[in-house]
């Protein structure tokens, strides 16, 4: 009788303490979620911020824009005109050149004339005349020839010189405006592309925002489930299925298997070089490996290719798998929580110390360094 009720209160003794276990446990994983849900709704009050400030930035943004593609039109149109002008003028000096081609017979003719008559010109075309009656209206001939023909010339000349300098203006502005034009075009095409550049960071955040509050969500439930078996721990009912945390709202928060540097990274079939589905972690040889999220032991065995292999069952098709082990610390279909150790690091099938980790995700590889925290 006595026996029995040692037993009795042994068994019970330990139910209690198991029940205080798993108290614990819960406690423990609340308290983690808790923390985690905390620094969720501080990465969703960053993203907020983050975007207004790219609102206001886009905004600016586009008016730059608007301002310099109205920039590009004025002097695509200023360009437009001085090249109108520009043909104006040559046209000028072109009817300038016919009239002078027309004009030129008959002048050089009458300074051929002159030239004969030597140095006194039209001196001597006045004292030539027989009848001194004709001298003043020679006079008065030859005194209006010489006067027209040196019009004529200096009226060519400055037309001319006019001509030439009105032109070599209007090419010196069209260099500048063609070259203003030009920068015009850049800056247009540089404030289009800063505006899409920011478009797309906007996109970016609310994509990163609905994944915030997805992976909240995640957690809040798991919250609630956790807080459900407190409280049947405090009444004393039946605890059912092990507490877990979700693993999908922990991305970029796990903390790393085994310390050391990556000497392999993920690569994906078609990228350069070998296909791998995990990491390599360099690590000394008898190093712990610690479990990188709470769940259950799917796999703890030798396995062709990966030496001792752990794989570790995270719920929602999420696995991770740590190989090339040394020595294994845990058994099939236990349950195990982050941070717990799962083995010692060992030799690869290179024979360089360290870990190979993948997570699987969905029953794909995906790359591991996105879900480990950056260091």
Do not use: C
Not at 75 to 82: I, N, W
Not at 323 to 351: E, K, M, W, Y
Request: proline fraction near 3%; charge should be neutral; avoid cysteine.
């Amino acid at each position: 009788m006595k026996r029995a009720a040692a037993l009795a209160v042994l068994a019970l003794s330990v139910s209690m303490l198991a029940q205080q276990s798993d108290r614990a446990r819960t406690e423990a994983l609340a308290g983690r979620a808790t923390e985690r849900l905390r620094a969720l709704h501080q990465e969703a009050d960053r993203l907020a911020s983050e975007e207004r400030t790219l609102l206001g930035d886009l905004r600016t943004l586009e008016l730059d824009r608007q301002i310099k593609a109205e920039e590009f039109l004025q002097l695509d149109a200023q360009a437009v005109t001085a090249a109108s002008e520009l043909a104006t003028v040559d046209e000028e000096v072109r009817r300038l050149e016919q009239e002078e081609l027309a004009e030129r017979p008959a002048l050089e003719s009458r300074l051929v004339a002159l030239y004969k008559l030597g140095g006194a010109r039209y001196l001597r075309l006045m004292l030539s005349l027989s009848d001194v009656r004709q001298v003043g209206q020679a006079s008065r001939m030859v005194a209006s020839l010489a006067r027209r023909d040196h019009d004529r010339i200096i009226v060519h000349q400055r037309r001319f010189g006019e001509l030439a300098s009105s032109r070599a203006a209007l090419e010196e502005r069209q260099r500048r405006l063609t070259a203003l034009r030009a920068e015009a075009a850049r800056a247009r095409t540089a404030a289009g592309a800063a505006v899409q550049e920011r478009n797309a960071l906007v996109r970016d955040i609310d994509a990163r925002r609905d994944l915030n509050a997805q992976l909240a969500g995640e957690l809040q439930v798991a919250q609630l489930s956790l807080q459900a078996r407190l409280r049947d721990a405090v009444t004393g009912a039946a605890a059912g299925e092990p507490a877990v945390l979700p693993l999908r709202p922990f991305r970029g928060d796990l903390e790393w298997p085994v310390a050391g540097s990556v000497r392999q990274r993920f690569r994906t079939a078609g990228s350069d070089g070998p296909a791998s589905n995990g990491i390599e972690i360099a690590a000394a040889e008898g190093t712990p490996v610690r479990a990188v999220h709470d769940g259950v032991v799917a796999f703890a065995d030798t396995f062709t290719g990966f030496g001792k292999l752990v794989i570790l069952d995270h719920g929602s098709q999420i696995f991770s798998v740590y190989g090339n082990l040394l020595d294994i610390s845990v058994s099939q279909g236990a349950p195990i929580d982050a941070g717990r150790p799962v083995g010692l690091a060992g030799p690869s099938v290179t024979g360089a110390a360290g870990l190979h980790f993948e997570l699987r995700v969905d029953g794909r590889p995906v790359d591991p360094l996105q879900w480990l925290k950056k260091r």
